[in-house]
C-alpha cells in the first residue's frame, strides 16, 4: 500500500513498502511529484516492476516521470531498471563510479543520452521548479553511494544508512521509540557500514541541513525533528565495519 507522507497541494512524497515478497529483503521505494512531474527513487528488483508501474500510475503517469535515481549499485535498488526505460523517457542518475554497471542492470542500447552521472561531490537537480540535492554518502555503505535531499518537504532519502530489518509480523511504517528500534538497525549497521569515520563526516553534512525525516532504502522511516536528531547522534557514534577488525582478528586462512 502507498503511504504518503508529504502533500501542500502541489508537492507530494510516497513512499512503497510492500511490494516485496516475505521470503525477500523488504525495499522502499519513493515517488516525488511536482506540479505535474516526477522522480522516481530505487526502482528495485524485475519481481515487482509490474506492481511498483501500476502504483505509480495512481498518482501520476509512468511517461511524466522526468529522473530515475539510484543512489548505489546493489540489484534490489535498480535491477528493474530496463522496464522504466522502455516505457518513459527519464533520466537515470547513478553514482559516477558505478557507470560502468549500467549494462548490468539494462539494455545499453537504451541508456544513450540518458544517462546522468553523479560526481563524487554530488550535484543539483532541478525538478519542474523543486529542487533535490543529491548528496556524497561515500562508503555508507557503497563506496560510490548518493543521498537525496528533498529541498520542498525536507526529506533525507538516505539509501541503506537508517535501514532496519523488521520481521513481517512487526511491521510499522515510522520509527515510534528509537531505543526499541535499534535492535533492527544495529547488527545491519555494525556489518553493512564499513566505517565510523564515514559515518562521523556524514553526521557533520546531515546537521546542516533542515531534515523533517529521513526515509531509509530499507524498513521504518525517522519522523520529526527530535527522532531525526536521535537518529544522526546515534550514527555520529556508531562502531561499524572495519572499527571490529583487529590485528590477525579477520583476516585468516581457513584450517584444513
Not at 118 to 130: E, Q
Not at 153 to 164: E, N, P, R, V, Y
Not at 214 to 226: L, N, R, Y
Request: with cysteine.
Amino acid at each position: 500500500m502507498a503511504y504518503e507522507f508529504f502533500n501542500d497541494g502541489t508537492h507530494k512524497c510516497i513512499r512503497f513498502d510492500d511490494l516485496t515478497s516475505e521470503n525477500e529483503v523488504q525495499t522502499n521505494q519513493s515517488l516525488i511529484i511536482h506540479g505535474d512531474r516526477g522522480v522516481l527513487l530505487e526502482p528495485g528488483g524485475r519481481q515487482f516492476y509490474s506492481k511498483l508501474v501500476a502504483e505509480i500510475s495512481s498518482f501520476i503517469p509512468p511517461q511524466r516521470l522526468d529522473y530515475i535515481i539510484l543512489s548505489h549499485q546493489d540489484p534490489d535498488v535498480g535491477a528493474g531498471l530496463n522496464g522504466y526505460l522502455l516505457i518513459t523517457d527519464a533520466k537515470i542518475c547513478f553514482p559516477s563510479i558505478w557507470l560502468r554497471f549500467i549494462p548490468a542492470f539494462c539494455t545499453k542500447s537504451l541508456t544513450e543520452d540518458r544517462i546522468i552521472s553523479v560526481p563524487d561531490r554530488g550535484m543539483r537537480l532541478d525538478v519542474n521548479g523543486a529542487e533535490l540535492i543529491l548528496l556524497p554518502a561515500h562508503f555508507l555503505h557503497s563506496s560510490g553511494n548518493i543521498h537525496v535531499y528533498d529541498t520542498v518537504s525536507k526529506t533525507l532519502f538516505s539509501s541503506d544508512l537508517g535501514a532496519s530489518l523488521i520481521p513481517p509480523d512487526q511491521h510499522y511504517t515510522t520509527v515510534e521509540d528509537f531505543d526499541a528500534h535499534l535492535k533492527y538497525m544495529e547488527s545491519f549497521h555494525k556489518r553493512y557500514i564499513p566505517s565510523g569515520k564515514a559515518c562521523r563526516q556524514w553526521a557533520a553534512m546531515a546537521r546542516q541541513l533542515d531534515i523533517e525525516r529521513i526515509v531509509p532504502q530499507h524498513g521504518a522511516m525517522f519522523e520529526g525533528k527530535e527522532m531525526v536528531a536521535r537518529f544522526i547522534d546515534w550514527i555520529d557514534n556508531l562502531k561499524c565495519g572495519l572499527d571490529y577488525v583487529t590485528e590477525g582478528g579477520a583476516y585468516r586462512i581457513p584450517p584444513a
